[in-house]
């Protein structure tokens, strides 16, 4: 079945600084792959997609870049902010069986000012 | 993208007993899903509610123990039955928008649920 890797799965960093998160998937029929973020408490926020057509992404500070052939995906964050600090997770999908999503372990980021 | 809303957000139960977990979107939607989050895990999907059919479960999720309810294209029902501690976790429904490149899922609050 569709099985998805992500690390690290505890992220510091310093204010200002880049954050990266990689996941890995095994489904070669996966193509689309969203990340959430999830606050303290709070429901799951989808902050960027990519899907398989694209290879890298932009919005803001946050990017996704996406390497079909190695099934490997990363989200990056540029310029660290506190209110960053949050747990994302990384997933992927299969529109064509349902739209259903398989989600990584999460990635627990702290930005410390 | 749709307003969410699910009752309860939390309720403390007692185990053997059932919890009926309601979602309400504010548009019709074509998908509906319902997740698990254990404490400080990652979100594990339970089934997909299809409206006018039975719901599709994942592996390790049966119907007996989690019974869904999709009776139109606004809302959907999943029951907890016969509790244990072990069913203490998050519920969230999600729902993916109809058709089209546009496969994003969106999530509900949440309910916390704790069993004792």
């Known amino acids: 079945g569709e099985n998805v890797e992500q690390h690290p799965s505890t992220l510091s960093v310093q204010e200002g600084d880049s954050a990266v998160i990689k996941c890995t998937y095994s489904?070669?029929?996966?193509?689309?792959f969203p990340w959430y973020k999830q606050e303290l408490g709070k429901r799951p926020q989808l902050i960027i997609d990519?899907?398989?057509?694209?290879g890298e992404k932009k919005d803001q500070r946050i990017a996704v870049t996406l390497n079909k052939t190695a099934k490997h995906f990363s989200l990056h964050i540029t310029e660290t902010q506190p209110e960053d600090s949050a747990v994302y997770f990384c997933?992927?999908?299969?529109?064509?069986?349902?739209?259903?999503?398989?989600f990584g372990g999460g990635t627990r980021v702290l930005v410390k000012p | 993208s749709a307003v969410i809303s699910q009752k309860p957000s939390r309720d403390i139960c007692q185990r053997g007993t059932s919890l009926t977990i309601q979602c309400q979107v504010d548009?019709?939607?074509?998908?509906m899903f319902w997740y698990r989050q254990q404490p400080g895990q990652s979100l594990t999907l339970i089934a997909t509610?299809?409206?006018?059919?039975?719901?599709?479960?994942e592996s390790g999720f049966v119907i007996d123990k989690f019974p869904i309810s999709r009776p139109n294209l606004t809302f959907s029902t999943l029951t907890v039955s016969n509790m244990s501690p072990e069913d203490s976790s998050i519920y969230l429904c999600s729902t993916g928008l109809a058709g089209g490149p546009d496969n994003e899922q969106f999530f509900g609050p949440g309910t916390r649920l704790t069993v004792l």
């Open positions: 997933a992927e999908g299969v529109p064509a069986a349902g739209n259903k999503l398989t």
């Open positions: 489904d070669s029929a996966s193509n689309y």
């Open positions: 990519i899907r398989s057509n694209v």
């Open positions: 509610a299809n409206q006018g059919s039975e719901a599709t479960y």
């Open positions: 548009s019709q939607v074509t998908m």
